[in-house]
Structure formats: C-alpha cells, structure tokens
C-alpha cells in the first residue's frame, strides 16, 4: 500500500455513493445540491454501524435518513 488514503463522497440523505459532482443522488433520487454531502474514508465508511431498513430490510447506514435501496424515508 502506497499509504493513500481513498475517500468516499455520500449522499447527504442514503449515505450512497456518491460522486461529487452528482446533482440527483443516483439511489435515492433526491437532489444532492441541497445539503453538504459526507465524505469519509473508506475504512471509515466499511466500519459505519449498518442497520435494517425499516422498509425493505437491506442493509444501510445508521445516519441514513433515506434508504438507498428502496427510497422510502426512515423514521
Ligand atoms: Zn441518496
Ligand atoms: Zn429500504
């Protein structure tokens, strides 16, 4: 390992993937331009508490608000 540290951009709402310059988040479908996306690393990003959605039960991130599977928002 050459020591470079690999960052990840997430949706504001899914905690998805994301690229920066990305205007519609492409999981949850919501526009990015109106909160500050995340960013971690990607040690930071494997380790993030998962939880079920309450929904469709996939996995995803604790802090997501929206899940990035199946859109609808937790609560
Ligand atoms: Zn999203
Ligand atoms: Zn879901």
Redesign the pocket.
């Known amino acids: 390992m050459a020591g470079k540290k690999s960052f990840v951009i997430l949706c504001p709402y899914c905690m998805g993937e994301i690229d920066e310059t990305t205007e519609f988040c492409p999981h949850c479908k919501q526009d990015t331009r109106n909160d500050a996306p995340l960013e971690m690393t990607r040690e930071e990003y494997a380790q993030e508490t998962r939880v079920p959605?309450?929904?469709?039960?996939?996995p995803?991130l604790e802090l997501a608000t929206t899940?990035?599977?199946?859109?609808?928002r937790q609560q």
């Not at 899940?67 to 609808?72: A, E, L, N, R």
């Open positions: 959605c309450i929904f469709c039960g996939k995803i899940c990035p599977f199946c859109g609808k």
